[in-house]
Protein backbone atom coordinates (compact mmCIF):
# COMPACT_ATOMS: atom_id res chain seq x y z
CA UNK A 1 0.00 0.00 0.00
CA UNK A 2 1.11 3.12 -0.96
CA UNK A 3 1.32 6.92 0.93
CA UNK A 4 -0.23 9.70 -0.67
CA UNK A 5 1.87 12.25 -0.26
CA UNK A 6 0.15 15.52 0.41
CA UNK A 7 1.31 18.28 -1.60
CA UNK A 8 2.92 20.52 1.17
CA UNK A 9 5.45 17.86 1.34
CA UNK A 10 8.47 17.28 -0.59
CA UNK A 11 9.90 14.06 -1.41
CA UNK A 12 13.37 15.31 -1.59
CA UNK A 13 15.49 18.62 -0.08
CA UNK A 14 15.81 21.35 -2.70
CA UNK A 15 19.30 22.48 -2.59
CA UNK A 16 20.19 25.63 -4.18
CA UNK A 17 23.56 26.48 -5.36
CA UNK A 18 23.24 29.88 -6.71
CA UNK A 19 26.53 30.77 -9.32
CA UNK A 20 28.03 34.26 -8.98
CA UNK A 21 26.25 36.38 -11.72
CA UNK A 22 29.54 38.11 -13.17
CA UNK A 23 31.03 34.77 -13.67
CA UNK A 24 27.71 33.39 -15.36
CA UNK A 25 27.69 36.51 -17.63
CA UNK A 26 31.60 36.38 -18.91
CA UNK A 27 30.79 32.45 -19.63
CA UNK A 28 27.39 32.73 -21.44
CA UNK A 29 29.44 35.77 -23.78
CA UNK A 30 32.95 33.84 -23.65
CA UNK A 31 31.36 30.26 -25.21
CA UNK A 32 27.85 31.20 -26.54
CA UNK A 33 25.59 29.36 -23.71
CA UNK A 34 23.07 29.63 -22.92
CA UNK A 35 23.02 31.19 -18.94
CA UNK A 36 21.37 28.67 -17.75
CA UNK A 37 24.06 25.75 -18.66
CA UNK A 38 26.58 28.77 -17.44
CA UNK A 39 25.12 28.06 -14.20
CA UNK A 40 25.13 24.28 -14.24
CA UNK A 41 29.45 24.76 -15.32
CA UNK A 42 30.04 26.78 -12.66
CA UNK A 43 28.24 25.16 -10.28
CA UNK A 44 30.50 22.18 -10.95
CA UNK A 45 33.42 24.05 -9.78
CA UNK A 46 34.65 24.43 -13.13
CA UNK A 47 36.09 27.77 -13.50
CA UNK A 48 35.46 30.30 -17.15
CA UNK A 49 39.07 29.30 -18.18
CA UNK A 50 38.41 25.46 -17.72
CA UNK A 51 34.97 25.83 -18.83
CA UNK A 52 36.31 25.00 -22.80
CA UNK A 53 37.88 22.02 -21.75
CA UNK A 54 35.14 20.85 -20.00
CA UNK A 55 32.89 21.04 -22.92
CA UNK A 56 35.51 19.25 -25.33
CA UNK A 57 38.05 17.29 -23.29
CA UNK A 58 41.36 16.46 -24.95
CA UNK A 59 43.78 13.97 -25.02
CA UNK A 60 46.02 15.77 -24.62
CA UNK A 61 45.80 16.82 -20.98
CA UNK A 62 45.79 13.06 -19.57
CA UNK A 63 48.30 12.70 -16.58
CA UNK A 64 51.43 11.31 -16.88
CA UNK A 65 51.25 7.36 -16.13
CA UNK A 66 54.29 7.33 -14.32
CA UNK A 67 52.87 9.55 -11.46
CA UNK A 68 51.52 6.62 -10.23
CA UNK A 69 53.36 4.24 -7.81
CA UNK A 70 55.92 1.45 -9.04
CA UNK A 71 54.85 2.16 -12.66
CA UNK A 72 58.76 1.87 -13.48
CA UNK A 73 59.02 -1.28 -12.20
CA UNK A 74 55.76 -2.84 -13.75
CA UNK A 75 57.12 -1.52 -17.13
CA UNK A 76 60.31 -2.93 -16.86
CA UNK A 77 58.99 -6.32 -15.68
CA UNK A 78 56.60 -6.79 -17.87
CA UNK A 79 59.18 -5.90 -21.47
CA UNK A 80 61.21 -8.50 -19.66
CA UNK A 81 58.19 -10.96 -19.99
CA UNK A 82 57.45 -9.75 -23.67
CA UNK A 83 61.11 -10.41 -24.47
CA UNK A 84 61.28 -13.66 -22.72
CA UNK A 85 57.99 -14.93 -23.88
CA UNK A 86 57.05 -15.54 -20.74
CA UNK A 87 53.31 -16.54 -20.02
CA UNK A 88 51.80 -13.49 -18.66
CA UNK A 89 48.52 -14.30 -16.96
CA UNK A 90 45.83 -11.31 -16.01
CA UNK A 91 43.53 -12.17 -13.02
CA UNK A 92 40.57 -9.77 -13.24
CA UNK A 93 37.46 -9.19 -11.25
CA UNK A 94 34.24 -10.50 -12.27
CA UNK A 95 32.20 -7.34 -13.24
CA UNK A 96 32.11 -4.63 -15.56
CA UNK A 97 34.71 -3.29 -14.50
CA UNK A 98 37.34 -6.20 -13.78
CA UNK A 99 36.11 -7.48 -17.25
CA UNK A 100 37.11 -4.47 -19.17
CA UNK A 101 40.52 -4.25 -17.81
CA UNK A 102 41.15 -7.44 -18.18
CA UNK A 103 40.14 -7.30 -22.08
CA UNK A 104 41.81 -4.06 -22.15
CA UNK A 105 45.28 -5.52 -20.97
CA UNK A 106 44.89 -8.66 -23.15
CA UNK A 107 44.54 -6.68 -26.10
CA UNK A 108 47.26 -3.97 -25.58
CA UNK A 109 49.80 -7.09 -24.63
CA UNK A 110 49.14 -9.03 -27.42
CA UNK A 111 49.16 -5.91 -29.55
CA UNK A 112 52.80 -5.30 -27.63
CA UNK A 113 54.31 -8.62 -28.84
CA UNK A 114 53.46 -10.81 -25.65
CA UNK A 115 53.38 -14.28 -27.20
CA UNK A 116 51.26 -15.94 -24.55
CA UNK A 117 48.91 -13.69 -22.39
CA UNK A 118 46.17 -15.41 -20.69
CA UNK A 119 43.41 -14.61 -18.15
CA UNK A 120 41.67 -15.58 -15.00
CA UNK A 121 38.47 -14.47 -13.91
CA UNK A 122 37.20 -15.68 -10.38
CA UNK A 123 33.74 -17.32 -9.87
CA UNK A 124 31.74 -15.02 -7.53
CA UNK A 125 30.62 -17.68 -5.47
CA UNK A 126 32.91 -20.38 -5.92
CA UNK A 127 35.92 -17.92 -5.66
CA UNK A 128 34.69 -14.84 -4.18
CA UNK A 129 36.43 -11.43 -4.91
CA UNK A 130 39.90 -11.34 -5.71
CA UNK A 131 43.40 -12.87 -5.71
CA UNK A 132 43.84 -15.74 -3.23
CA UNK A 133 45.96 -18.65 -2.53
CA UNK A 134 42.85 -20.61 -4.10
CA UNK A 135 42.92 -18.57 -7.21
CA UNK A 136 46.62 -18.50 -7.65
CA UNK A 137 46.88 -22.10 -7.41
CA UNK A 138 44.28 -22.19 -10.22
CA UNK A 139 46.75 -19.72 -12.29
CA UNK A 140 49.40 -22.40 -11.79
CA UNK A 141 47.67 -25.21 -12.63
CA UNK A 142 46.69 -23.10 -15.83
CA UNK A 143 49.30 -21.61 -17.65
CA UNK A 144 51.96 -21.81 -15.46
CA UNK A 145 52.35 -17.85 -15.88
CA UNK A 146 56.26 -16.00 -14.96
CA UNK A 147 53.71 -13.44 -14.43
CA UNK A 148 50.53 -12.25 -13.02
CA UNK A 149 48.84 -8.91 -13.43
CA UNK A 150 45.83 -8.21 -11.47
CA UNK A 151 43.47 -5.97 -12.24
CA UNK A 152 40.77 -4.22 -10.28
CA UNK A 153 41.44 -6.45 -7.89
CA UNK A 154 44.96 -7.48 -5.40
CA UNK A 155 45.61 -4.38 -2.93
CA UNK A 156 45.04 -6.79 0.29
CA UNK A 157 46.08 -10.08 -1.33
CA UNK A 158 48.69 -10.31 1.01
CA UNK A 159 48.83 -13.76 1.57
CA UNK A 160 48.18 -14.78 -1.85
CA UNK A 161 50.74 -12.67 -3.22
CA UNK A 162 53.50 -14.57 -0.99
CA UNK A 163 52.42 -18.10 -1.75
CA UNK A 164 52.84 -16.91 -5.76
CA UNK A 165 56.24 -15.52 -4.65
CA UNK A 166 56.53 -19.33 -2.94
CA UNK A 167 55.83 -20.65 -6.73
CA UNK A 168 58.07 -18.46 -8.70
CA UNK A 169 55.51 -16.49 -9.52
CA UNK A 170 56.26 -12.08 -9.63
CA UNK A 171 52.98 -10.41 -9.07
CA UNK A 172 51.97 -6.47 -10.22
CA UNK A 173 48.98 -5.39 -8.71
CA UNK A 174 46.70 -2.63 -10.58
CA UNK A 175 43.90 -1.70 -8.67
CA UNK A 176 42.35 1.21 -7.11
CA UNK A 177 39.98 -0.25 -3.79
CA UNK A 178 41.13 0.86 -0.46
CA UNK A 179 43.92 -1.02 1.25
CA UNK A 180 41.80 -2.24 4.69
CA UNK A 181 44.10 -4.68 5.71
CA UNK A 182 47.63 -4.16 4.59
CA UNK A 183 49.04 -3.72 1.37
CA UNK A 184 50.60 -6.63 -0.30
CA UNK A 185 54.30 -7.14 -0.85
CA UNK A 186 54.06 -7.64 -5.11
CA UNK A 187 56.90 -6.59 -6.92
CA UNK A 188 54.84 -3.32 -8.23
CA UNK A 189 51.58 -2.21 -6.68
CA UNK A 190 50.23 0.35 -9.36
CA UNK A 191 47.78 1.76 -6.69
CA UNK A 192 46.36 5.47 -6.69
CA UNK A 193 45.01 5.21 -2.95
CA UNK A 194 48.26 3.80 -1.43
CA UNK A 195 50.36 6.83 -2.61
CA UNK A 196 51.12 8.74 -0.06
CA UNK A 197 50.38 11.89 -1.54
CA UNK A 198 47.09 12.51 -2.69
CA UNK A 199 47.05 12.93 -6.98
CA UNK A 200 44.14 13.87 -9.49
CA UNK A 201 44.49 10.19 -10.14
CA UNK A 202 43.15 9.10 -7.18
CA UNK A 203 39.68 8.91 -8.65
CA UNK A 204 40.26 6.45 -11.19
CA UNK A 205 38.34 3.25 -11.89
CA UNK A 206 40.07 -0.12 -11.99
CA UNK A 207 40.18 0.19 -16.25
CA UNK A 208 41.53 3.28 -15.76
CA UNK A 209 44.67 2.58 -13.52
CA UNK A 210 44.81 -0.33 -15.99
CA UNK A 211 44.76 1.70 -18.79
CA UNK A 212 47.64 3.82 -17.46
CA UNK A 213 50.13 0.88 -17.13
CA UNK A 214 48.89 -0.29 -21.01
CA UNK A 215 49.65 4.15 -21.72
CA UNK A 216 52.98 3.52 -19.67
CA UNK A 217 54.08 0.66 -22.06
CA UNK A 218 53.18 2.28 -24.78
CA UNK A 219 54.85 5.74 -23.98
CA UNK A 220 58.27 3.84 -23.08
CA UNK A 221 58.51 1.40 -25.99
CA UNK A 222 58.06 4.24 -28.27
CA UNK A 223 60.77 6.02 -26.71
CA UNK A 224 62.76 3.33 -26.92
CA UNK A 225 62.60 2.88 -30.63
CA UNK A 226 59.97 -0.39 -30.40
CA UNK A 227 58.51 -0.95 -33.64
CA UNK A 228 54.97 -2.61 -32.23
CA UNK A 229 54.94 0.52 -29.51
CA UNK A 230 55.23 3.14 -32.84
CA UNK A 231 52.09 1.45 -34.38
CA UNK A 232 50.47 1.62 -31.63
CA UNK A 233 47.39 4.25 -30.91
CA UNK A 234 45.71 3.65 -27.41
CA UNK A 235 42.34 5.83 -28.42
CA UNK A 236 41.46 2.07 -29.84
CA UNK A 237 40.83 0.85 -26.41
CA UNK A 238 39.27 3.76 -24.91
CA UNK A 239 35.53 2.31 -25.15
CA UNK A 240 36.73 -0.31 -22.94
CA UNK A 241 37.78 2.60 -20.40
CA UNK A 242 34.68 4.62 -20.96
CA UNK A 243 32.88 1.41 -20.46
CA UNK A 244 34.07 0.28 -17.09
CA UNK A 245 34.41 3.71 -15.63
CA UNK A 246 31.07 4.37 -16.18
CA UNK A 247 29.61 1.04 -14.82
CA UNK A 248 31.37 1.50 -12.05
CA UNK A 249 30.01 4.80 -10.77
CA UNK A 250 33.87 6.03 -10.12
CA UNK A 251 33.16 10.29 -10.06
CA UNK A 252 33.44 11.36 -13.39
CA UNK A 253 35.61 14.45 -12.95
CA UNK A 254 38.83 15.36 -14.40
CA UNK A 255 40.54 12.36 -15.84
CA UNK A 256 37.74 9.91 -15.75
CA UNK A 257 35.73 12.34 -17.15
CA UNK A 258 38.05 13.01 -19.98
CA UNK A 259 38.87 8.89 -20.34
CA UNK A 260 35.48 8.47 -20.58
CA UNK A 261 34.00 11.23 -22.76
CA UNK A 262 37.09 9.86 -25.49
CA UNK A 263 35.81 6.57 -25.24
CA UNK A 264 32.24 7.33 -25.67
CA UNK A 265 33.17 9.35 -28.78
CA UNK A 266 35.48 5.85 -30.02
CA UNK A 267 32.10 4.06 -29.52
CA UNK A 268 30.73 5.58 -31.55
CA UNK A 269 33.34 6.03 -34.42
CA UNK A 270 33.77 2.26 -34.46
CA UNK A 271 32.78 -0.66 -32.61
CA UNK A 272 34.74 -3.91 -32.38
CA UNK A 273 32.66 -7.36 -33.35
CA UNK A 274 32.01 -8.27 -29.47
CA UNK A 275 31.15 -5.14 -28.53
CA UNK A 276 29.07 -4.15 -31.50
CA UNK A 277 27.09 -7.73 -30.59
CA UNK A 278 26.22 -6.58 -27.41
CA UNK A 279 24.85 -3.34 -28.61
CA UNK A 280 22.78 -5.43 -31.06
CA UNK A 281 21.04 -7.84 -28.12
CA UNK A 282 20.82 -4.15 -26.30
CA UNK A 283 18.68 -2.62 -28.82
CA UNK A 284 21.46 0.20 -29.25
CA UNK A 285 20.67 1.66 -32.32
CA UNK A 286 21.64 5.62 -32.16
CA UNK A 287 24.47 7.06 -30.67
CA UNK A 288 25.66 5.35 -27.28
CA UNK A 289 25.83 7.30 -24.19
CA UNK A 290 26.89 6.59 -20.69
CA UNK A 291 23.03 5.92 -19.99
CA UNK A 292 23.33 2.91 -22.16
CA UNK A 293 26.59 2.12 -20.32
CA UNK A 294 24.54 1.84 -16.85
CA UNK A 295 21.38 0.45 -17.96
CA UNK A 296 22.07 -1.73 -21.12
CA UNK A 297 25.51 -2.52 -21.92
CA UNK A 298 26.39 -2.36 -18.07
CA UNK A 299 24.47 -5.24 -16.35
CA UNK A 300 24.09 -7.19 -19.08
CA UNK A 301 27.68 -7.87 -18.58
CA UNK A 302 27.58 -7.75 -15.10
CA UNK A 303 24.55 -10.33 -15.49
CA UNK A 304 27.33 -13.26 -16.26
CA UNK A 305 29.29 -12.61 -12.86
CA UNK A 306 26.34 -12.51 -11.21
CA UNK A 307 24.95 -15.90 -11.96
CA UNK A 308 26.94 -17.82 -14.31
CA UNK A 309 30.71 -17.73 -15.68
CA UNK A 310 32.30 -13.97 -16.06
CA UNK A 311 34.45 -15.54 -18.58
CA UNK A 312 31.26 -15.16 -21.31
CA UNK A 313 31.38 -11.49 -21.16
CA UNK A 314 35.21 -11.57 -21.78
CA UNK A 315 35.15 -14.30 -24.53
CA UNK A 316 32.47 -12.05 -26.12
CA UNK A 317 34.79 -9.19 -26.45
CA UNK A 318 37.54 -10.53 -27.34
CA UNK A 319 36.35 -12.29 -30.52
CA UNK A 320 36.41 -11.96 -33.54
CA UNK A 321 33.55 -13.71 -35.10
CA UNK A 322 30.73 -11.87 -35.27
CA UNK A 323 28.25 -14.78 -35.51
CA UNK A 324 30.20 -16.33 -32.15
CA UNK A 325 30.45 -13.26 -30.73
CA UNK A 326 26.47 -12.15 -31.33
CA UNK A 327 26.11 -15.76 -29.34
CA UNK A 328 27.38 -14.89 -26.07
CA UNK A 329 26.06 -11.68 -26.45
CA UNK A 330 22.13 -13.09 -26.49
CA UNK A 331 23.14 -15.31 -23.56
CA UNK A 332 24.34 -12.55 -21.94
CA UNK A 333 20.73 -11.25 -22.31
CA UNK A 334 18.87 -13.97 -21.27
CA UNK A 335 21.05 -14.42 -18.51
CA UNK A 336 20.31 -10.55 -17.79
CA UNK A 337 16.96 -11.37 -18.00
CA UNK A 338 17.03 -14.35 -15.60
CA UNK A 339 18.70 -11.43 -13.05
CA UNK A 340 16.22 -9.49 -12.99
CA UNK A 341 13.85 -12.68 -11.92
CA UNK A 342 15.85 -13.68 -8.86
CA UNK A 343 15.96 -9.65 -8.46
CA UNK A 344 12.61 -8.76 -8.14
CA UNK A 345 11.95 -12.34 -5.68
CA UNK A 346 14.66 -10.89 -3.37
CA UNK A 347 13.30 -7.05 -3.29
CA UNK A 348 9.94 -8.73 -2.50
CA UNK A 349 11.52 -10.74 0.38
CA UNK A 350 13.40 -7.84 1.65
CA UNK A 351 10.65 -5.81 1.79
CA UNK A 352 8.43 -7.81 3.38
CA UNK A 353 10.72 -8.63 6.07
CA UNK A 354 11.20 -4.75 6.47
CA UNK A 355 7.69 -3.75 6.27
CA UNK A 356 6.47 -4.60 9.93
CA UNK A 357 10.16 -3.47 11.60
CA UNK A 358 11.40 -0.31 10.14
CA UNK A 359 10.90 3.10 11.73
CA UNK A 360 12.19 5.85 10.06
CA UNK A 361 12.34 8.03 13.10
CA UNK A 362 14.57 5.28 14.65
CA UNK A 363 16.13 3.00 11.73
CA UNK A 364 19.30 5.15 10.55
CA UNK A 365 20.84 1.82 8.66
CA UNK A 366 18.89 -1.29 6.91
CA UNK A 367 20.87 -4.78 7.47
CA UNK A 368 18.82 -7.70 6.46
CA UNK A 369 19.86 -11.65 5.51
CA UNK A 370 18.19 -14.45 3.85
CA UNK A 371 18.64 -17.94 3.89
CA UNK A 372 19.58 -18.70 0.02
CA UNK A 373 19.47 -15.49 -1.06
CA UNK A 374 21.81 -15.20 -4.29
CA UNK A 375 25.30 -13.35 -2.99
CA UNK A 376 25.46 -12.50 -6.81
CA UNK A 377 22.54 -10.18 -6.65
CA UNK A 378 22.50 -8.93 -3.06
CA UNK A 379 24.46 -5.71 -4.37
CA UNK A 380 21.48 -4.56 -6.39
CA UNK A 381 18.77 -5.58 -3.92
CA UNK A 382 20.80 -2.99 -1.39
CA UNK A 383 20.72 -0.94 -4.07
CA UNK A 384 17.06 -0.59 -4.70
CA UNK A 385 16.76 -0.07 -0.89
CA UNK A 386 18.41 2.48 -0.70
CA UNK A 387 16.28 4.14 -3.05
CA UNK A 388 12.97 2.84 -1.28
CA UNK A 389 14.05 3.74 2.72
CA UNK A 390 17.33 6.49 1.84
CA UNK A 391 19.19 4.24 4.23
CA UNK A 392 22.19 2.95 4.28
CA UNK A 393 21.52 -0.72 3.45
CA UNK A 394 23.25 -4.12 3.60
CA UNK A 395 21.82 -7.60 2.01
CA UNK A 396 23.01 -10.78 3.31
CA UNK A 397 23.02 -14.04 1.90
CA UNK A 398 23.15 -16.80 4.03
CA UNK A 399 24.22 -20.61 2.51
CA UNK A 400 23.73 -24.32 4.06
CA UNK A 401 26.66 -24.05 6.26
CA UNK A 402 25.86 -20.97 7.69
CA UNK A 403 28.37 -18.24 5.65
CA UNK A 404 27.21 -15.11 4.91
CA UNK A 405 28.03 -12.65 2.18
CA UNK A 406 27.03 -9.34 1.77
CA UNK A 407 26.81 -6.63 -0.11
CA UNK A 408 26.40 -2.71 1.36
CA UNK A 409 25.20 0.89 -0.47
CA UNK A 410 25.30 4.34 1.72
CA UNK A 411 24.12 7.50 1.35
CA UNK A 412 25.79 10.55 2.26
CA UNK A 413 26.96 11.11 4.99
CA UNK A 414 28.18 7.77 5.97
CA UNK A 415 32.03 6.13 4.96
CA UNK A 416 30.93 2.34 4.24
CA UNK A 417 34.15 1.12 4.61
CA UNK A 418 35.44 3.26 7.79
CA UNK A 419 32.06 2.30 9.34
CA UNK A 420 33.00 -1.64 8.64
CA UNK A 421 36.08 -1.03 10.10
CA UNK A 422 34.63 -0.15 13.43
CA UNK A 423 32.33 -3.62 12.99
CA UNK A 424 36.03 -5.32 11.60
CA UNK A 425 35.66 -7.86 15.17
CA UNK A 426 32.40 -9.46 13.49
CA UNK A 427 33.81 -9.76 9.80
CA UNK A 428 35.47 -12.43 7.85
CA UNK A 429 36.36 -10.19 5.47
CA UNK A 430 35.22 -6.56 4.03
CA UNK A 431 36.29 -3.74 1.42
CA UNK A 432 35.28 -1.39 -1.05
CA UNK A 433 34.40 1.97 -0.47
CA UNK A 434 32.99 4.87 0.65
CA UNK A 435 29.75 4.27 -0.70
CA UNK A 436 29.81 0.56 -1.91
CA UNK A 437 31.87 -2.66 0.07
CA UNK A 438 31.22 -5.94 0.49
CA UNK A 439 31.26 -8.28 3.51
CA UNK A 440 31.60 -11.63 4.74
CA UNK A 441 30.63 -13.02 7.94
CA UNK A 442 29.37 -15.69 9.88
CA UNK A 443 25.71 -16.90 10.96
CA UNK A 444 26.44 -16.74 14.53
CA UNK A 445 27.88 -13.15 14.43
CA UNK A 446 24.91 -11.57 12.06
CA UNK A 447 23.28 -10.34 15.20
CA UNK A 448 25.66 -8.67 17.16
CA UNK A 449 27.15 -7.12 13.71
CA UNK A 450 23.54 -5.70 12.70
CA UNK A 451 23.30 -4.21 16.32
CA UNK A 452 26.56 -2.62 16.11
CA UNK A 453 26.45 -0.97 12.55
CA UNK A 454 23.07 0.43 13.04
CA UNK A 455 24.56 2.13 15.90
CA UNK A 456 27.53 3.52 14.33
CA UNK A 457 24.42 4.67 11.80
CA UNK A 458 22.62 6.07 14.45
CA UNK A 459 25.36 7.81 15.69
CA UNK A 460 26.61 9.41 12.17
CA UNK A 461 23.16 10.34 10.80
CA UNK A 462 20.80 11.29 13.45
CA UNK A 463 21.26 14.73 13.03
CA UNK A 464 20.62 14.48 9.58
CA UNK A 465 17.28 14.93 7.90
CA UNK A 466 17.19 11.35 6.00
CA UNK A 467 15.79 12.68 2.60
CA UNK A 468 17.23 12.34 -0.89
CA UNK A 469 18.37 15.35 -1.80
CA UNK A 470 18.22 17.60 -5.61
CA UNK A 471 20.99 20.08 -6.26
CA UNK A 472 19.29 22.46 -8.43
CA UNK A 473 21.43 24.33 -10.79
CA UNK A 474 19.09 26.52 -12.22
CA UNK A 475 15.92 28.76 -11.73
CA UNK A 476 14.75 28.59 -15.41
CA UNK A 477 11.42 29.48 -17.67
CA UNK A 478 9.76 27.18 -19.26
CA UNK A 479 10.33 28.93 -22.81
CA UNK A 480 14.29 28.21 -22.11
CA UNK A 481 13.65 24.67 -21.73
CA UNK A 482 14.12 24.58 -25.44
CA UNK A 483 16.09 22.39 -28.16
CA UNK A 484 19.14 24.96 -27.95
CA UNK A 485 19.61 24.29 -24.37
CA UNK A 486 19.28 20.22 -24.63
CA UNK A 487 21.88 20.72 -27.58
CA UNK A 488 23.91 22.12 -25.07
CA UNK A 489 23.15 19.52 -22.47
CA UNK A 490 24.47 16.60 -24.79
CA UNK A 491 27.93 18.00 -24.60
CA UNK A 492 28.04 17.84 -21.23
CA UNK A 493 27.97 14.00 -21.42
CA UNK A 494 29.02 11.74 -20.21
CA UNK A 495 26.87 12.16 -17.29
CA UNK A 496 27.22 10.10 -13.86
CA UNK A 497 28.72 10.44 -10.14
CA UNK A 498 30.26 13.77 -9.93
CA UNK A 499 29.10 14.89 -13.13
CA UNK A 500 24.80 14.72 -12.98
CA UNK A 501 22.55 15.62 -15.17
CA UNK A 502 21.22 18.93 -15.13
CA UNK A 503 17.91 19.69 -12.61
CA UNK A 504 16.48 22.81 -12.89
CA UNK A 505 12.91 24.13 -11.18
CA UNK A 506 10.53 26.39 -12.48
CA UNK A 507 7.92 28.52 -10.87
CA UNK A 508 4.84 29.01 -10.68
CA UNK A 509 3.79 25.72 -12.63
CA UNK A 510 0.35 24.60 -13.34
CA UNK A 511 -1.37 21.53 -15.16
CA UNK A 512 -3.28 21.81 -18.31
CA UNK A 513 -6.32 19.35 -17.87
CA UNK A 514 -6.39 16.09 -15.95
CA UNK A 515 -3.04 13.80 -16.13
CA UNK A 516 -2.93 10.76 -17.75
CA UNK A 517 -1.63 7.10 -16.10
CA UNK A 518 0.37 5.03 -18.26
CA UNK A 519 1.17 1.46 -17.40
CA UNK A 520 -0.81 2.01 -13.87
CA UNK A 521 2.26 3.85 -13.10
CA UNK A 522 3.26 7.15 -14.39
CA UNK A 523 1.54 10.65 -14.87
CA UNK A 524 1.40 11.95 -18.44
CA UNK A 525 0.68 15.99 -18.99
CA UNK A 526 0.82 19.01 -20.34
CA UNK A 527 1.83 22.45 -17.84
CA UNK A 528 2.39 26.06 -18.81
CA UNK A 529 4.05 28.56 -16.61
CA UNK A 530 2.56 31.27 -19.77
CA UNK A 531 5.71 31.65 -21.25
CA UNK A 532 5.67 28.11 -22.80
CA UNK A 533 3.79 24.87 -22.66
CA UNK A 534 5.90 21.53 -22.29
CA UNK A 535 5.19 18.19 -22.24
CA UNK A 536 5.53 16.26 -18.70
CA UNK A 537 6.19 13.12 -17.06
CA UNK A 538 6.23 11.67 -13.39
CA UNK A 539 7.39 8.27 -13.40
CA UNK A 540 6.47 6.36 -11.13
CA UNK A 541 3.66 8.93 -9.39
CA UNK A 542 0.26 7.08 -10.49
CA UNK A 543 -0.19 5.32 -7.01
CA UNK A 544 1.91 7.63 -4.70
CA UNK A 545 1.43 11.61 -5.50
CA UNK A 546 -1.28 13.44 -6.84
CA UNK A 547 -0.58 16.76 -8.93
CA UNK A 548 -2.69 19.49 -7.34
CA UNK A 549 -4.75 22.21 -9.86
CA UNK A 550 -3.22 24.66 -7.83
CA UNK A 551 0.51 26.37 -9.10
CA UNK A 552 3.27 24.77 -7.56
CA UNK A 553 7.10 24.61 -8.02
CA UNK A 554 8.78 22.02 -10.14
CA UNK A 555 12.01 20.50 -10.03
CA UNK A 556 13.15 18.48 -13.36
CA UNK A 557 15.25 17.39 -15.85
CA UNK A 558 15.01 18.07 -19.99
CA UNK A 559 15.01 14.96 -22.21
CA UNK A 560 13.80 13.86 -25.47
CA UNK A 561 11.19 11.60 -26.19
CA UNK A 562 10.45 9.51 -29.07
CA UNK A 563 6.98 7.87 -30.07
CA UNK A 564 6.26 6.92 -33.07
CA UNK A 565 8.90 8.23 -34.86
CA UNK A 566 8.57 11.93 -33.10
CA UNK A 567 11.30 13.10 -31.26
CA UNK A 568 9.83 15.64 -29.10
CA UNK A 569 10.67 17.57 -25.75
CA UNK A 570 10.10 16.64 -22.30
CA UNK A 571 9.99 17.62 -18.64
CA UNK A 572 11.00 14.55 -16.41
CA UNK A 573 9.80 15.71 -13.23
CA UNK A 574 11.73 14.79 -10.20
CA UNK A 575 9.83 16.60 -7.47
CA UNK A 576 7.71 19.32 -6.98
CA UNK A 577 6.33 21.56 -3.97
CA UNK A 578 4.07 24.12 -3.17
CA UNK A 579 5.02 27.95 -4.01
Not at 273 to 294: T, Y
Amino acid sequence: MFLLIPMSQSEKIWKFTEANKKEVAALTEKLSVPAALSEYILNREITIEEAENYLEPKLSNMGDPFELPDMEKAVARIKTAIEKGECILIHGDYDVDGISSTTLMMLVLKALGAARVEHFIPLRLDDGYGLSIETVDQCKEKCDPGLIITVDCGTGSVEAVKHAGSLGIDVIITDHHEASAGVAEALAVINPKVSEQSTALDMLAGVGVAFKLCHALVKTGKEQGDEKSQCMDLRDYLYLVAMGTVADMVPLKGENRLLAFQGLKRMNQHRDIGFNALCEVSGIKDKISSHHIGFALGPRINAAGRLENPAIALEMLLMDNYQEAWELAKHLDETNLARREVETAMVDDAIAQIKDCFDPAEDFAIVIAGEGWHPGVVGIVASRLVQRYYRPSIVIGIDKEGKCKGSCRSIDGLDLVASLQECAAHLTKYGGHKMAAGLELDKENLDSFKAEFNAIAKLKLSNKELKPSLKIDACIKLSEANEELIQWIAKCEPFGLGNPRPIWYAKNVRRIGKPRLLKDAHLKLKVTDDTAVLDAISFNWGNQREWPERPVDVAFQLSLNEFRGLTTLQMQVLDIREM
